[in-house]
């Protein structure tokens, strides 16, 4: 971004008022007996950029909508900047959204576009198309004023769209998964362009996206959600390296899940047996499980190490023995995929070098071992009982 | 089909030939009409154009024998504009209602529908009877506006509900968001967007009653619509005055669609143009 | 939801419903409650409670006569709107690579709609009539020696006239079915070995369904109402449905005049609910 959009607009006042949006106990219901959303708790600081990351379906665009004033909830309190909005008009909470398909009025110019906010203020004609190109200006598209937007790109649309959000001088502004309609290349290029804009403005947003990396590089504060509920809301490295739930490690991709009863703990170390027998060690952490229940943890990919292993022996601690399914690879790792009877692959992300060092091959079998502060456990058992997340991505 | 190499298959060239065929048999009879309106003094209703002049006419402006074809035309303009108001004004706030849900939507659409298939002349035997008992006289202003109204008002309902069901929500919601009110939403938001489909509702509200025939027949009371005046013209009118009339009423009613159509595509263009 | 908000629907739909229960629900139940009245020459309506003005009706061979005449129009004239409608549409949505050359088109073939439907019945004289155009060519070529009376003011030239008038009718929603079908389908449908024939029989016939029920609504519930296009067309020689009616309006004897209208409509309205059966119009239209 260029210069003139690091300079504050002249219009907003210094002392801005707070963009901390608190959710308390929100439900959301369409239809009797179900729920879109369930008591959902959440505080987003001002200033930050928050992605609600979930697959289609799991309430984040409901509880987006509801922050705009676009959905009324069933229940529960939501307050931007200390101020309850319940009942207020968008317009009236410092908001401002840009929809999934831009919404940009098709039989209006883009300098009519960026304008309709000062007409509906009643601002004089004059003074609200030097606004506007102002604006225009800062998204670097005033050459384009006099279009309609079915002659833009989808970029120049985006930005037409953002400018006109912009115009309201939100403390908040809503993202609905701005980037879907964008190309592979240009979906990264604004990627970065949203990142700095918030940079440079400093208000909250909040933004809805259901691809995992784009949350991770855009977002100050990860809300990871499953069926209506929030399952993880934490910052990015959190998310990816402590994920709490088996959802959210298996979500956000780079974990392993194992499950089995505590044994007991000696030390630091609390220990876990699986069903099939196998025994693992993990750090016990602040408020470990009590011994005989059932837990789950999580294992790194990349601290999988893989051996080959002829005979039936007996499996050490620390590791699971499984026969290699396939091998895929990813540029500076490889991703092993590994059968080991469990309902879930385990998967090994194995460095190049280690595995020029030793490469295996789909049919061979192998024992994972890994080392227990890589493991870390996880608040909540997998009973089976979690959605799937429907995409895997590998890291 | 779209083919790669660019040849068109046989079957292109037959149904060509088909829709040829058939642009003939929907404009043929129609073009035999305006070229024999400008029949000669001979008065022939059959080819060939002998003599071409204009008098007949000039008959219809001079009404000797041909029937009171300006006063009917007086009555008949009218009543399309105001059918075309009220239908324009009816059909698209009723469009509106629609959109959301509501006790006894369905009721009144199938009841729109009904009204739509009901034959016209059951409904105009209704009309009249309703005008008997409230001992009303019919007339083109009351009896025959209803009659027309309970046709033309569910055509444009169903028009309505297309153009607003393809309309997305977001237009709106974005329009809420910076600042505009439901009113200055529908205003500044909703109707220019939906403009093209209320043009069309308001030719088909025009047209429908210009040219309505069964639904006046027993509603329009003593003065004759243009279209009843056609019919009657018809049985006791063997001139051309009958073709100069129809050609100056159909190039009237293309006028219309063409003014109607023309300003659809300028709105269309405009949206779309590229650069 | 405030209460102030959700009566805005039923203040907004209000002007239609008004207009529809004062010119449409009232008179058809007025028409109903007539068609028991009793009628006696010259002294007018009674109230009543009577079945004799259906007995009437229904007792009439004339009555059969001229229902099986209209039911026997109505099904050619379906049938020949149908193929007209469904070909000139296929040939618009698939073959014209240009989409406003086949907006362009279409337009062509609707714009007659829009014109008086009285000039487009007579303007069918100079082309069918004894010295018209058809007979001129035959007459001119040796084909016939004398001119064919059969061309005009007869069965034939009726049908002409409805399909004439009512093709419009078939194309538009078929159009509509048509243009929303992914030409992919057709490719896929070619690649799995399909004839083009197949392909229409196969793909376009039923994605095109419910633009084909449309289409025979408007079609059966204007044939069947009509009493002017056959009046006209068959020079008062053919009579339709409600020719009973007209005939009953001269004499002025409402009741069996509403007898036969109420007939009329329970007729029309039981085919229109068995179309309304095979496809959801509504959410045809807002699809």
């Known amino acids: 971004m260029n210069e003139a959009m690091l300079a504050p607009d002249s219009t907003r006042p210094s002392d801005r008022a707070s963009g901390e949006i608190r959710l308390v106990d929100v439900t959301k219901s369409f239809a009797p007996g179900s729920y879109a959303v369930k008591d959902i708790n959440l505080t987003i600081p001002d200033g930050s950029y928050c992605c609600l990351l979930g697959p289609s379906g799991c309430g984040k665009t409901t509880i987006l909508r509801m922050i705009a004033g676009h959905e009324t909830p069933t229940s529960g309190e939501i307050t931007i900047g200390g101020q309850s909005v319940v009942g207020l008009p968008p317009v ?4 401002a959204m840009m929809f999934q398909s831009y919404a940009l009025f098709p039989h209006l110019s883009v300098l009519d576009n960026v304008a309709f906010y000062l007409k509906m203020r009643g601002v004089g004609k004059d003074e609200r198309r030097r606004q506007a190109r102002a604006m225009l200006e800062r998204v670097q598209l005033d050459h384009l004023r006099d279009r309609v937007p079915a002659q833009l790109s989808g970029g120049q649309q985006q930005r037409v769209a953002l400018a006109r959000s912009l115009i309201t001088n939100p403390r908040v502004l809503l993202l609905d998964e701005p980037l879907s309609a964008l190309d592979e290349f240009l979906r990264l290029r604004m990627r970065g362009e949203l990142k700095s804009l918030q940079a440079e403005l400093g208000i ?29 809301a934490a910052p990015a490295s959190t998310i990816f390296n402590q994920p709490t739930t088996p959802y959210v490690a298996r979500f956000m991709g780079g974990q392993n899940v194992l499950t089995g009863k505590v044994e007991g703990q000696s030390g630091e170390l609390l220990r876990m047996r699986t069903a099939e027998g196998w025994t693992f060690e993990m750090p016990a952490g602040q408020s470990p499980p009590a011994p005989g229940t059932t837990a789950s943890a999580a294992i790194r990919r990349d601290r999988v190490t893989l051996r080959k292993r002829d005979a039936e022996g007996a499996v050490p601690a620390n590791a699971v023995p499984g026969v290699v399914e396939a091998t895929e690879y990813q540029g500076s790792y490889i991703k092993v995929t590994l059968n080991t009877g469990m309902v879930h692959a385990f998967v090994a992300n194995v460095g190049d070098a280690a595995y020029a060092a030793e490469p295996v091959v789909a049919g061979d079998a192998v024992l994972a071992s890994w080392l227990p502060a890589d493991v870390h456990v996880l608040t909540k058992p997998d009973l089976g009982d979690a959605g799937v997340p429907y995409l895997d991505i590998s890291h | 089909m779209k083919t790669s190499s660019g040849r068109r298959p046989w079957t292109f060239y037959a149904l ?34 002998r003599n071409p002049s204009l008098i007949w006419f000039a008959e219809l402006a001079h009404p000797k024998g041909t029937g009171d074809v300006i006063g009917a035309f007086n009555r008949s303009l009218p009543l399309a504009l105001i059918v075309m108001v009220l239908s324009v004004l009816m059909s698209v706030t009723a469009g509106f209602a629609f959109r959301r849900r509501f006790h006894g939507a369905t009721l009144l659409f199938y009841t729109a529908v009904a009204s739509l298939i009901a034959p016209g002349l059951v409904l105009s035997i209704g009309i009249l009877v309703m005008f008997r008992f409230l001992d009303l006289p019919a007339a083109w202003y009351s009896s025959a506006l209803g009659a027309h109204l309970s046709w033309a008002l569910p055509f444009g309902l169903l028009i309505m509900f297309a153009v607003l069901g393809r309309l997305n929500p977001s237009y709106e919601e974005a329009a809420y968001d910076l600042g505009a009110s439901r009113w200055r939403t529908v205003r500044d938001v909703v109707l220019p967007i939906v403009f093209p489909g209320i043009i069309a509702v308001a030719l088909f509200g025009f047209t429908l009653s210009y040219d309505e025939f069964p639904r006046t027949w027993l509603t329009a009371g003593t003065k004759n619509t243009l279209p009843l005046e056609i019919w009657t013209m018809t049985t006791n009118v063997t001139s051309p005055a009958l073709y100069a009339l129809g050609t100056v009423t159909t190039i009237f009613s293309f006028l219309l669609i063409g003014l109607a159509l023309g300003s659809i595509l300028v709105i269309q263009r405009r949206r779309s143009a590229q650069r | 939801m405030t209460s102030k908000r959700s009566l805005t629907p039923y203040l907004q739909v209000t002007p239609l419903a008004l207009v529809l229960l004062v010119f449409f629900i009232v008179p058809i139940a007025l028409v109903l409650i007539v068609s028991f009245f009793r009628y006696q020459m010259l002294v007018g309506l009674t109230p009543d409670f009577t079945f004799d003005n259906y007995l009437d009706v229904l007792t009439n061979p004339t009555t059969w006569r001229l229902y099986f005449s209209t039911v026997k ?9 149908f193929v007209i409608g469904f070909w000139i549409a296929y040939f618009l949505v698939f073959h014209i690579r240009n989409l406003l050359v086949s907006i362009g088109l279409f337009l062509v073939c609707t714009v007659p709609f829009w014109t008086s439907n009285i000039i487009r019945m007579i303007s069918w004289r100079p082309i069918l009539g004894k010295e018209g155009l058809i007979n001129q060519a035959l007459l001119d070529s040796g084909v016939v020696a004398h001119p064919l009376t059969w061309l005009l003011y007869s069965d034939f030239s009726v049908v002409i006239a409805y399909v004439h008038l009512n093709t419009m009718f078939m194309i538009v929603p078929i159009f509509n079915s048509m243009a929303r079908i992914d030409r992919a389908l057709l490719e896929v449908a070619v690649d799995a070995g399909a004839t083009r024939w197949e392909a229409v029989w196969n793909i376009v016939l039923p994605l095109s369904k419910t633009g084909i029920a449309l289409g025979a609504l408007f079609v059966v519930t204007l044939v069947m109402g009509d009493f002017f296009v056959v009046s006209v067309m068959s020079g008062g020689l053919s009579g339709s449905a409600t020719t009973g009616m007209f005939n009953d309006l001269q004499f002025l004897n409402y009741p069996r005049a509403a007898a036969n209208a109420v007939i009329l409509l329970i007729v029309v309205l039981l085919i229109a609910a068995g179309i ?8 045809e239209l807002v699809r």
Do not use: N
């Open chain 1, 204 to 232: 909250t947003f909040v933004h809805v996206t259901h691809t995992q990396p784009e949350a991770i590089a855009l977002a100050d504060l990860v809300v990871v959600m499953d069926t209506g509920q929030i399952d993880q």
């Open chain 1, 92 to 95: 009236r909470r410092g908001t």
């Open chain 3, 73 to 81: 129009f109505t099904l050619i004239v379906l049938a020949l709107t």
């Open chain 3, 276 to 283: 309304f059966r095979l496809v959801d119009v509504r959410k």
């Open chain 2, 16 to 49: 060509a030939a088909f829709f040829a065929l058939f642009v003939l048999f929907l404009y043929g009879p129609m073009i035999s009409v305006l070229v024999l309106a400008f029949q000669g003094p001979s008065g022939a209703l059959d080819f060939p154009l």
